[in-house]
């Protein structure tokens, strides 16, 4: 706890504060270069480097890059491996836990401990890892390294501690899941297979256990050998050789037949009793064709047999569709008896799983669902319908259903806000999804203490907005919005539109949106805005089209005083109801410039808009001399003002949106007047054609940013990459005269020094690191502000910092935030009450309110790319100035409250995240977050309030990270608990004639099999074992509660009492050794006791 004194403190830097292009005032306030004066700003500073600490919370939205599926039928939960990595382990709604390898290598098959609360990973670097699931936040107890081998396939039977490893070579190994150790016991595979067999049978694809028998283990080899191991006798019961590749293959679950997929799009049916060729072939979707020949048909990449009580088994298997039908989406075909449904998938399928009943594989399966995992999505199918409907996903796995390319981040939302936007968004739900619950239930979540109303708001590409219900850690979809629908749909090829954005013409750029008055703004990629309002009943209405040409120099246009090209301009603060065009975009257009259409055309009639979010407004910037309008870098709208102000590397418009009119429209260059502190000669900007293609490939660029680049990438590189709200940033002046608009501000504050009353203000950032001020005049009387004209003109009041700006903030003088004024939502389509007239009511948060104790005046934050200062309005004295990187370059800079305090929170381009203090701009935090930034990430990362932030870790995935030490700390009552204490279920009473015929499973000991003293050690290049972090002490934070006690208590007695007695059975083997050894010893001592040297 500090206090601060205005003059003095936090002046540590050798850049000068102040303003550019007047004086230091001798005011009360002074600036670092002026004599202290006796006057102070008392602030408390709560914040300590103690607050934060940063971690991941929570990942949303589908895998990217999936690769393997798993799922314990006795827990219910469900694994799913990616190819970066990362394992997602879901259950009920609320329990979504994401682990990562820290190898990073492509996960390549699951096995869960069935009810053990523990999962199995096999990784395409040839390791294996054993994750441990009763805790929170799992991790990895025992990882085992093959370093002569590369793994194919894994098998783990039920309650079996032995988990067996095919691998390319053609070998199975075996390795102990307690210990992680690899078993002497090896079925190599010129054992296998038969020594008369000449070819090399190729890597192991298959391995499970016979339903019959668990002693004898079926191997399948890739070029179509299948072999019946006995693991006690250790030879082959029988071997089969097909001509086709084999891909998969199922048992029968009374152990007398088994069925294998293959390469040519066949289904074979073997019978133990004769394996020298296949009972049954069929091709499931192979017709016989005139000539008599069968079809040539795609590959089945897996089958499922499975059997039911109560009818005929289900046969379900992926691909085997024949090669001719081109066009033809992924399928998954099921066959129950004589029925066979095809369904088509929008994806390719990556693996299915069916879920049974059972985890016994000799009991009949019952499946009752199955899981598919597709590239792009998670669908479950209800097998126990006819009609076989899918179940309705209650995980957000539709994130990317159109490329996310942009996202806004909002906590300590209005509490009635998220079930008003339920309510409408639910009326648009599908239909048809089965009625039963969903199967992937387990685990527990309780909603924690630490939740408040948040939400995440996803901008696409295809124009659609989508409003997220984020809190409590999970993700719930509550509205769609298409802004596509304010627009006639454009005919393919047509316009200019074609040339510039032909894909995707409605993808978003930026959005605004005040919670409070549910004003809502969107830009798009086409330089079009559009402004929303919010109603709970539907409407007709015709939407507003106003037309706005920024200005664009000529060629020839080297005096900044010639207004020819800014007819808007002829004074400041002039109104322009001129630039007012109707829909038509043909009609208004000034004289001698070609080309002055926008890029898409508004629905000029009226139309019928549905509850939710209804278009009143949409702004469009035309194209000019036959170059398209340059994209908008920065918007910002104030509900209370009626304002809307945005900007581009050309200028900056503002607009009335209550009167429809355009209030400015201005060069950046005109904005400065004589006070440019760079006395430029305005001239053409270079022409470039903007390429629109970085926006919606932020779905597949992994472009890194270069760690060590000092300098700000110019506007050509850089125009659709990193910056949130800008297209340029130029750290040098000689290089370019074009200067963005990369940030704005409305709100209550001095656009002059002299000001004694805060007034209107719009704070304007530019990519050269000059912040603006434009003060603004708006009448307050309701009647007058929809008639009389609002007055704005620039004040030629000037700032500067390093790099470009990227942030506005305003604190009271006690340290608070001021929030920006806005107006008090009311329906604008509710019916008329006569009694009650509808007015406008403004809640404003003056500077001035919170004055008595300081006088007048309040602190304003501005951050940029290298620097952020706190200036002392209105003397404009520059108080605290912090350098925050001089090797990279900030991305996002948020000002939050965090702890009752508030904090400036950065994310750089390096990966960096760091938080100052304010006002003392002091650091608190900085941690190397992320080693690589890819164009994605810095696009979607945002904070907000509380410690959170989120960002887009993949094309399809949200990442949200905590940056405080409260939530961390309170993380783990938040999340959901994957493992729960359920009893195993027994298994059935299989009869005594079963029994006595079939073979009795039981008395199969792997243990005396494949344990050292029998099998002996494996050598020690072929593997090597890795303990993982957590070692054993992981496996003590199990489930909590009572039982998770008595469960673990009863595990500690269990391998307790093993070892004892496995000690106790070394101790005796040992002592009789050494017995044996001392009664050699002293026979053969007796028999040479009297023999002579020679004689030996």
Not at 626 to 637: A, F, M, N, R, W
Request: aromatic share 8%; charged share 20%; proline share 6%.
């Amino acid at each position: 706890m500090k206090k601060f004194r205005k003059v003095l403190d936090g002046l540590t830097t050798s850049s000068p504060g102040g303003t550019i292009g007047s004086p230091s005032c001798g005011s009360a306030a002074g600036t670092p270069t002026a004599a202290p004066t006796p006057k102070e700003i008392d602030i408390q500073e709560t914040l300590v480097s103690e607050n934060f600490q940063l971690c991941k919370t929570v990942r949303h939205g589908f895998p990217y890059q999936p690769t393997a599926l798993a799922f314990d039928p006795v827990q219910k939960i469900l694994a799913i491996g990616s190819r970066s990595g990362g394992v997602r382990i879901l259950g009920r709604p609320g329990v979504d836990c994401y682990c990562q390898h820290e190898s990073g290598a492509a996960v390549l098959q699951l096995q869960f401990l069935i009810n053990e609360g523990a999962l199995v990973t096999a990784c395409a670097d040839d390791t294996l890892h054993l994750w441990n699931l009763r805790q929170r936040r799992p991790a990895v107890l025992h990882s085992l390294k093959f370093n002569r081998e590369r793994i194919t396939f894994c098998h783990l039977p039920f309650q079996s501690k032995w988990l067996y490893v095919g691998t390319e070579r053609g070998n199975t190994h075996i390795v102990n899941i307690e210990s992680f150790i690899l078993s002497g016991y090896v079925i190599m595979w010129n054992k296998a297979i038969e020594l008369a067999t000449k070819t090399h049978p190729g890597p192991v694809v298959h391995l499970s256990d016979s339903p019959k028998d668990e002693g004898k283990l079926l191997i399948g080899f890739e070029s179509g050998t299948i072999v019946q191991w006995d693991l006690r006798v250790k030879k082959a019961d029988f071997r089969i050789y097909y001509d086709e590749a084999i891909h998969s293959v199922s048992w029968h679950h009374e152990g007398k037949q088994f069925m294998c997929s293959h390469s040519d799009g066949s289904l074979t049916l073997w019978n133990l009793r004769n394996t020298t060729k296949p009972f049954q072939v069929t091709f499931p979707h192979g017709k016989i064709q005139k000539d008599g020949r069968k079809e040539s048909c795609k590959p089945i990449l897996k089958v499922e047999y499975k059997t039911s009580r109560n009818s005929e088994p289900f046969v379900i298997f992926s691909g085997g569709l024949s090669y001719d039908k081109a066009g033809r989406r992924p399928t998954l075909t099921i066959m129950h008896g004589k029925a066979i449904t095809v369904l088509e998938m929008d994806y390719p399928i990556v693996e299915f799983m069916a879920l049974c009943e059972t985890p016994y594989n000799n009991e009949v399966q019952e499946p009752y669902a199955v899981v598919v995992l597709l590239e792009k999505d998670l669908i479950v199918v209800d097998l126990t319908q006819s009609n076989f409907p899918v179940f309705e996903n209650p995980y957000p796995m539709d994130i990317h259903e159109s490329p996310v390319t942009c996202t806004a981040y909002f906590a300590e939302c209005p509490p009635d806000i998220i079930p008003i936007l339920y309510s409408i968004g639910a009326k648009h739900k599908k239909t048809g999804y089965s009625q039963k619950e969903w199967p992937i239930s387990g685990g527990t979540w309780t909603l924690g203490s630490h939740t408040y109303p948040e939400i995440i708001i996803t901008g696409h590409a295809d124009g659609s907005i989508k409003f997220w219900d984020a809190s409590a850690i999970t993700l719930q979809m509550l509205y769609k919005l298409k802004t596509s629908k304010v627009f006639e749909k454009p005919k393919p090829g047509e316009g200019r539109a074609a040339d510039l954005v032909e894909d995707d013409p409605f993808a978003i750029q930026m959005v605004s949106w005040c919670p409070k008055s549910r004003i809502f703004c969107v830009v798009g990629i086409s330089a079009h805005i559009i402004l929303y309002r919010f109603s709970k009943y539907d409407a007709n209405t015709q939407i507003v089209s106003l037309e706005v040409r920024l200005p664009c120099e000529s060629e020839d246009v080297i005096s900044p005083s010639e207004n020819e090209n800014n007819p808007s301009l002829s004074e400041p603060g002039s109104h322009s109801p001129h630039h007012q065009h109707p829909a038509s975009p043909s009609s208004g257009t000034p004289e001698g410039v070609k080309d002055s259409i926008p890029h898409l055309k508004v629905k000029d009639r009226t139309v019928r808009v549905p509850p939710g979010y209804q278009a009143e407004l949409v702004i469009q910037l035309l194209w000019t001399d036959g170059e398209p309008p340059q994209q908008i870098t920065s918007l910002d709208i104030n509900s209370a003002y009626g304002l809307l102000a945005f900007g581009n590397c050309n200028g900056l418009a503002v607009v009335d949106y209550l009167q429809k009119t355009v209030l400015l429209c201005m060069s950046t260059l005109d904005l400065y007047g004589a006070a440019d502190p760079y006395q430029r000669l305005t001239r053409s900007p270079r022409r470039n054609r903007q390429s629109t293609s970085g926006l919606t490939e932020l779905s597949d660029n992994q472009q890194s940013v270069d760690m060590e680049r000092s300098k700000s990438p110019t506007s050509e590189s850089r125009e659709n990459s990193f910056s949130r709200s800008r297209s340029s940033s130029v750290s040098s002046i000689d290089r370019d005269t074009k200067e963005a608009i990369t940030t704005l501000q409305l709100g209550e504050s001095f656009g002059r020094k002299g000001d004694a009353l805060p007034t209107p203000c719009l704070w304007v950032g530019t990519s050269l690191g000059v912040v603006l001020l434009i003060p603004m005049s708006i009448p307050t009387d309701q009647e007058e502000r929809m008639e009389e004209p609002v007055t704005i003109g620039p004040s030629g009041t000037v700032m500067m910092l390093k790099g470009s700006v990227l942030r506005f903030a305003f604190l009271d003088c006690m340290g608070a935030l001021i929030q920006s004024p806005y107006e008090v939502w009311r329906d604008p389509n509710a019916p008329e009450d006569p009694d009650r007239p509808r007015r406008r009511k403004l809640v404003n948060f003056s500077p001035s309110s919170s004055q008595d104790t300081c006088g007048e005046g309040h602190l304003a934050v501005v951050c940029s790319e290298r620097q952020a200062k706190v200036f002392l309005m209105p003397s404009q004295s520059c108080l605290f100035v912090h350098n925050i990187t001089e090797s990279s370059f900030v991305l996002r800079a948020d000002v939050v409250s965090v702890c009752n305090s508030v904090c400036l929170a950065c994310f750089c381009a390096n990966g960096h995240v760091m938080t100052l203090s304010l006002p003392s701009l002091r650091p608190l935090i900085d941690v190397n977050y992320l080693p690589l930034t890819d164009m994605r990430i810095a696009r979607t990362f945002c904070f907000t309030n509380g410690g959170q932030a989120l960002y887009l870790s993949s094309p399809t995935e949200i990442q949200r990270i905590t940056y405080s030490q409260e939530m961390c700390d309170n993380l783990q009552e938040m999340l959901g608990e994957l493992f729960t204490p359920i009893e195993t279920p027994e298994a059935q009473n299989r009869g005594f004639l079963k029994g006595f015929f079939g073979g009795n499973t039981h008395t199969f000991d792997r243990e005396e099999l494949f344990g050292e003293a029998a099998a002996g050690k494996a050598s020690r290049s072929l593997a090597q074992h890795i303990p993982g972090q957590v070692g054993v002490e992981g496996m003590k934070v199990a489930a909590s509660g009572v039982v998770g006690d008595l469960a673990r208590a009863r595990i500690a007695l269990d391998e307790r009492g093993q070892r004892l007695g496995e000690l106790e059975d070394r101790t005796a083997m040992m002592m009789t050794s050494a017995e044996t050894f001392s009664k050699h010893a002293h026979e053969l001592m007796l028999k040479c006791k009297d023999k002579k040297w020679y004689q030996f």
